[in-house]
């Protein structure tokens, strides 16, 4: 009796790789895969906000070549408030602005918040100039022909900006040499 041992036969490699390795390194490039694509995502995003910013500064800053002597004002009073309308054209006045009437507001529109700038096509680079010193005021515009512009007074008006903020607004813009 001979004691042999026998093992069973040694299977030759199939040449195959290991799996595992292979899982390992498909989710490490799909992660890096998605890290490039968030970078180059968040980077085409922030250069659209910084054209978007200077688009807005263009289109919001009023014309450098404008004076309160060329425009010319109606003032209107939208609120219960009697002689509020005159208050705001005689200081408006005070600062250079042409006042051509001033009077109760003879549209049916409802007026709200600090007031309203009303003006056509021709006088929007004007209403923008006015937008400074009433800058809560808001938009409207209309079908008229010439340059003039309304300030509508609102149940929420208080007060024109400042000397000093006025200042502030019609220099130039910092963000704006950037673009």
């Known amino acids: ?39 180059l995502r968040t980077e ?4 659209a906000e910084e054209e978007a910013a200077c688009e807005s500064v263009a289109q919001e ?5 404008l004076e309160p002597a060329d425009i010319t004002l109606r003032v209107f009073n939208a609120t219960d408030t009697a002689g509020l309308a005159q208050t705001v054209a005689t200081a408006l006045g005070e600062r250079g602005f042409v006042i051509a009437e001033v009077a109760n507001d003879p549209t049916e529109r409802e007026v709200t918040g600090v007031g309203e700038l009303r003006y056509g096509a021709r ?39 400042s000397a000093e903020e006025v200042a502030a ?6 963000g704006a040499a950037e673009c």
Do not use: C, H
């Not at 937008?131 to 008006?157: H, I, S, W």
């Open 169 to 174: 607004a019609l220099a130039p813009a910092t």
């Open 123 to 161: 006088g929007s680079d004007a209403a923008r100039y006015v937008k400074v010193f009433l800058p809560q005021a808001g938009d409207y515009q209309d079908v008229r022909a010439d340059a003039r512009v309304d300030v509508v007074v609102g149940p929420e008006f208080s007060t024109l900006a």
């Open 61 to 65: 800053a009023p014309p450098a070549d």
């Open 1 to 39: 009796m001979t004691l042999r041992t026998e093992r069973p036969p040694v299977r030759p490699r199939s040449g195959r790789r290991p799996l595992p390795p292979l899982i390992f390194l498909l989710v490490l490039a799909l992660a890096a895969l998605g890290v490039w694509w968030n970078v």
């Open 44 to 47: 085409e995003q922030r250069t």
